[in-house]
């Protein structure tokens, strides 16, 4: 499985952006898709997480997004979306998408198998 990520861009604090992690191939038995972003100099965070196998896909989020962030998948265009809205200047981050993981430690990274480029989020003030 490898990931394209995009959509991330320049956005005024308060705006909405929707970023894509498009997914080629298939990996077999049940595994999640998430997101994590990382300032330079810091730890990579974990942003969110969806189920790919699992009915409803069983979204969690970092307290951080919580009510501000919606994570989706299209199941059909092997595709998952971060929906972004009200964004603050402290979501600036290079946001890379993930899959893998495990249901009950969604925060885990060594659980992915595999790492998208990342796309770089700005929010200006």
């Known amino acids: 499985v490898q990931l394209q990520a995009s959509g991330g861009g320049l956005v005024q604090a308060g705006g909405s952006l929707r970023l894509s992690c498009a997914a080629s191939?298939?990996?077999?038995?049940?595994?999640?898709m998430a997101w994590f972003r990382q300032v330079p100099g810091t730890e990579r965070e974990f942003v969110s997480r969806i189920s790919v196998s699992r009915r409803g896909g069983n979204p969690v989020y970092a307290d951080s997004v919580k009510g501000r962030f919606t994570i989706s998948r299209d199941n059909a265009k092997n595709t998952v979306y971060l929906h972004m809205s009200n964004l603050k200047p402290e979501d600036t981050a290079v946001y890379y998408c993930a899959a893998g993981g495990n249901y009950w430690y969604p925060r885990r990274q060594n659980d992915y198998f595999t790492w998208g480029q990342g796309t770089l989020v700005t929010v200006s003030s």
């Open positions: 191939g298939r990996a077999e038995g049940s595994y999640g």
